[in-house]
């Protein structure tokens, strides 16, 4: 059973950047895809990025590139997500889960607000 | 990007009632959809692959069917903890994965 577990809430100044990490048991980290999900208020999903650490592969969604960096440790079994230069539009909470494309485990959630 | 459209946006509806939902892609993505459900403050949930395959764990009552551009979400006999937002998921086509806007299954 893999369990993702998320660094704790953000408040960051417009400008700024955050950095969320997600720390993986069970199962072996390496082998799978980690993505990244935001959800604004009262909005859908939307896919940022993944990686699979295995392969040293990311990919992002063109919408970010640019301002999302994904890395993954395997001595920590942790995925991270950093996104620069913040926005109001930025506030949202931030998942990484496991698997791609169909995503079978999901961490809890961070929320980043985004605020001056 | 693949465009993923998903109606209605809300449905409400009663305790044992079947439920149906819709999502249709902007091109052909063969059988590569997902089907998720989230509950308030909650994670997505996985509840189908592959526009049909059941997720381990998920139960009986839940259904996936389609192919092609269209797809269909069904519940046979609501059940009270179903009520949730449901979303569809392209697989087809990346970077990126693209959601649907989402169902809210309300109660009647």
């Known amino acids: 059973q893999v369990q993702l577990v998320q660094s704790g809430a953000e408040v960051k100044k417009p400008g700024s950047s955050v950095k969320v990490s997600c720390k993986a048991s069970?199962?072996?980290?390496?082998?799978?895809?980690i993505s990244w999900v935001r959800q604004a208020p009262g909005q859908s999903l939307e896919w940022m990025g993944g990686?699979?650490?295995?392969?040293?592969?990311?990919n992002y969604a063109q919408k970010f590139q640019g301002r999302v960096t994904i890395t993954a440790d395997e001595s920590t079994s942790s995925a991270y997500m950093e996104l620069s230069s913040l926005t109001s539009e930025d506030t949202a909470v931030y998942y990484c889960?496991?698997?791609?494309?169909?995503?079978?485990?999901w961490g809890q959630g961070t929320l980043v607000t985004v605020s001056s | 990007d693949i465009q993923m459209t998903q109606s209605p946006s809300s449905v409400s509806a009663s305790v044992g009632d079947r439920v149906t939902i819709s999502c249709r892609a902007s091109?052909?993505?063969?059988?590569?959809l997902a089907w998720y459900q989230q509950k308030p403050g909650k994670a997505p949930k996985l509840l189908i692959y592959?526009?049909?395959s059941l997720q381990s764990g998920v139960p009986s009552r839940f259904s996936g069917s389609g192919s092609g551009t269209d797809f269909t979400l069904t519940i046979s006999s609501l059940q009270p903890e179903d009520f949730a937002v449901y979303y569809c998921?392209?697989?087809?086509?990346?970077?990126?994965?693209?959601f649907g806007q989402g169902t809210k299954v309300e109660i009647k």
């Open positions: 069970g199962g072996t980290f390496s082998s799978y895809a």
């Open positions: 091109q052909d993505i063969s059988r590569w």
């Open positions: 990686i699979i650490s295995i392969l040293g592969t990311t």
């Open positions: 592959a526009a049909s």
């Open positions: 998921q392209q697989a087809n086509s990346f970077p990126p994965w693209t």
């Open positions: 889960a496991k698997g791609s494309p169909a995503m079978d485990y």
